[in-house]
């Protein structure tokens, strides 16, 4: 079965890190490029990184550039999310997937709660 499973998320202090993992079966990290999401109560899930994406390049949404970092372990088939100086506007369910146009099945995400 293809899919993706986010995790690494929970509760942390404002200034704080995290870092989220997204592991990859039925299908390999060298097939695709793979972005890492969010969405925030009541608003729409926006995309905040990409790697692989724009041949072969990283890419940050400015809302986390500087802080969050994406990376990958081939041989582990996972995509991680180094989150650093975590604000509370990060708070969100986090969700790892494939950069577009077409995506795999959302999942449940992961939530990030930062507290000021």
């Known amino acids: 079965e293809v899919q993706l499973q986010a995790s690494g998320g929970g509760l942390v202090q404002a200034g704080g890190s995290l870092r989220l993992s997204c592991a990859l079966s039925?299908?390999?990290?060298?097939?695709?490029?793979i972005a890492w999401f969010r969405q925030a109560p009541g608003k729409e899930r926006e995309g905040i990184s990409c790697?692989?994406?724009?041949?072969?390049?990283?890419w940050y949404a400015d809302s986390v550039k500087g802080r969050f970092t994406i990376s990958s372990d081939n041989a582990k088939n996972t995509v991680y999310l180094q989150m650093n100086s975590l604000k509370p506007e990060d708070t969100a369910v986090y969700y790892c997937?494939?950069?577009?146009?077409?995506?795999?099945?959302w999942g449940q995400g992961t939530l990030v709660t930062v507290s000021s």
């Open positions: 039925g299908f390999t990290f060298d097939d695709y490029a």
């Open positions: 790697i692989r994406c724009d041949h072969g390049k990283t």
């Open positions: 997937n494939r950069a577009g146009p077409t995506f795999l099945n």
